[in-house]
């Protein structure tokens, strides 16, 4: 058996030398400028035998330089991969060697490069590091000239689309940059314009952590500080964890707003019940985890008082039951006898924990009953095995297939502790937006 396996491997491993197997796969599929991409600048660069017979065999399938195929699939491929720094100095050595190899005409190679050239002046408005990368500018000298052309196209569309003010900024630092005195006037008076609407006295729509960072990036961009009384009146009702209100930019152009929002969010309470034994603890840490401006605190004046009408838990097991396996993978057929079947025995049982308490909280007085269930279920194998057409049994030590090894570990883990947890989750969720959640 041992020799049989070993055979079978060899095989298979003299199969993946004889060929390549990523640039193969693209090719078969008809992806010839992927096929090139992964043989000339992805995977093997080096291998100038395997490089030739590629380009040979794109050539007699594409058409080379004398169709559109493969000047189409690395335009597509220009347009739909990950701005980063490695993907433009990658795909520009691309389409040069793809003209030297016959590939692409002279025209087509002119248009990708330019193609290739756009996206990253249209990147580099939104990632910095673009900007200032050392082998982009040496690679792409003229980096930076259609900026502020492209910038203004951007901010035309974000006027006729009602953009977010977020957008608005990375455009008004390209038209400073590009020291275009009459675009920066017309990008600082939509963004003010914008900020206005958010921070209405009579009716503000500054609603999330976003809409923030909007505003204070025009704030701190502009130095515009006429909208200081607004927002510190509309903050409050803003989402906000403790770390948005501690740290930049509110706290450094907003110190006093700031650190009233920190006295005035935080949540000091104590957790009671007139059960030693409830899971006060443990619903105070997942508390803390869901609203990080909770303070479980003994002492504090606040009070939430649990009454425990019921917390129940209850377990079952339905029984052993036998399951046939019906597909079993290759390795596994090498160790039973033809036309076996393949059986295994299991059980499953039921967790359920079923709960329903009061809650009274003092400050403000208010008053809510709680109630829910958690359930999980855990699957239990034992006795794999093989049945010859016979009778005769043998024992498998693996399972006969990944299907079978999921079905039978999934929920190795489950037990008590598992839909506790689950239940103290759900009730510190629903307590949360019922006491603490700002509305």
């Known amino acids: 058996m041992k020799f049989i396996l070993l055979a079978f491997s060899a095989v298979v491993l003299a199969a993946g030398c004889a060929s390549f197997g990523p640039v193969d796969y693209e090719l078969k599929i008809g992806r010839y400028a992927d096929a090139y991409y992964k043989a000339t600048i992805q995977y093997a660069p080096g291998n100038v035998r395997d490089r030739a017979s ?216 104590a957790l009671t019940s007139p059960s030693d034994d409830f899971i006060l603890h443990e619903l105070g840490e997942q508390l803390k985890k869901l609203n990080d401006w909770i303070e479980i605190d003994d002492d504090a004046p606040r009070k939430l008082n649990f009454g425990r009408l019921r917390f129940q838990e209850s377990r079952s097991n339905l029984g052993n039951m036998t399951q046939t396996v019906p597909d079993p993978d290759f390795a596994t057929l090498l160790f039973i006898p033809r036309n076996a079947s393949i059986l295994f025995d299991y059980s499953t049982t039921d967790y359920a924990l079923v709960w329903s308490m009061s809650i009274q909280d003092n400050a403000p007085k208010r008053f809510k009953v709680i109630q829910g269930q958690a359930k999980a279920s855990k699957t239990e194998c034992r006795n794999v095995r093989y049945q010859n057409v016979f009778g005769g049994i043998g024992a498998l030590s693996s399972y006969p297939n990944i299907v079978t090894a999921n079905f039978c570990s999934a929920s190795a883990n489950v037990d008590f502790d598992v839909v506790r947890r689950e239940a103290v989750r759900s009730i510190a969720s629903e307590i949360n937006a019922e006491f603490f959640v700002v509305k």
């Open 54 to 269: 590629l380009i040979q065999n794109i050539l007699a399938k594409s058409g080379g330089a004398q169709k559109d195929i493969f000047f189409t699939q690395t335009f597509n491929m220009i347009n739909s991969g990950a701005s980063t720094a490695n993907f433009f100095l990658n795909h520009k050595r691309m389409v040069e060697a793809a003209a030297v190899d016959g590939l692409l005409s002279s025209v087509h190679k002119e248009q990708l490069l330019d193609a290739l050239f756009f996206r990253l002046e249209e990147a580099s408005l939104t990632t910095a590091s673009l900007a200032s990368d050392r082998e982009l500018r040496q690679a792409f000298p003229n980096m930076g000239s259609h900026r502020l052309k492209i910038a203004t196209a951007k901010f035309n569309n974000l006027e006729a689309t009602n953009g977010r003010l977020g957008d608005y900024l990375l455009l008004y630092a390209a038209f400073v940059d590009s020291k275009d005195a009459t675009a920066t006037a017309n990008a600082r008076a939509a963004m003010s314009r914008k900020v206005g609407a958010l921070l209405n006295p009579s009716k503000p729509t500054l609603a999330s952590h976003e809409d923030l960072d909007g505003v204070l990036g025009y704030i701190a961009a502009t130095q515009d500080r006429s909208f200081d009384k607004a927002l510190a009146s509309a903050i409050s009702k803003v989402p906000l964890t403790r770390g948005q209100v501690s740290s930049e930019p509110l706290a450094s152009l907003f110190p006093e707003v700031s650190k009233a929002q920190m006295q005035a969010r935080s949540i000091k309470v």
